[in-house]
């Protein structure tokens, strides 16, 4: 690999690295939202990590081309070995890329489970409050008064 072309693949591992750095502190934003019962805001996270996630793509795929110049197939052990080989300062980007490429989906996987227990939760809730109505039962589809006392008499009446 060329001078110019090791030069570039460290600047494209750089950019990697500042963004998967960003992408988990969306992760624990938005898991600290999840925590806090603050659901407002997750729109707007749910989009920043949308876009994020296309720049990681990106980026992924810039390396990606940029390994095969010098790699013929980059497997996570190719990519290693030649890192050893050629570049400590690369090696070094690309170890920490992977460890926080782990440490986002942790933090994914932990998130997805705080929305399995909220879903659950909500529906539960919802399941009571539905139930609650239909014992009740204090006005028909038509919007007059239903509820009865076993007399026959609907409430209000004489």
């Known amino acids: 690999m060329t001078q110019p072309a090791r ?8 950019e990697e690295r500042l963004s998967v750095r960003g992408f988990v502190d969306l992760l624990q934003q938005e898991q600290k939202l999840l925590m806090e019962n603050s659901t407002d805001p997750l729109t707007l996270l749910a989009e920043q990590k949308s876009a994020r996630a296309f720049q990681l ?6 390396r990606h081309r940029l390994l095969l ?3 013929p197939e980059p ?5 290693l070995a030649w890192f050893k080989g050629n570049s400590a300062e ?5 170890q ?10 942790q ?6 489970e705080l929305i399995q227990m909220k879903l659950r939760h909500n529906q539960q809730l919802l399941g009571a409050l539905s139930r609650a109505v239909n014992q009740a039962n204090l006005y028909g589809s038509n919007g007059q008064a239903s509820f009865s ?6 409430l209000g009446s004489v």
């Open 90 to 94: 690369g090696l070094a980007i690309w």
């Open 107 to 112: 933090i994914n996987r932990i998130n997805g």
């Open 149 to 154: 006392t076993g007399s026959g008499r609907s």
């Open 75 to 79: 497997t996570a052990a190719a990519i």
């Open 96 to 105: 920490e890329i992977r460890v926080l490429a782990d440490q986002a989906s």
């Open 57 to 62: 793509n990106k980026l992924a795929e810039a």
């Open 69 to 71: 110049t010098c790699i």
């Open 7 to 14: 030069t570039e693949l460290l600047a494209a591992l750089t």
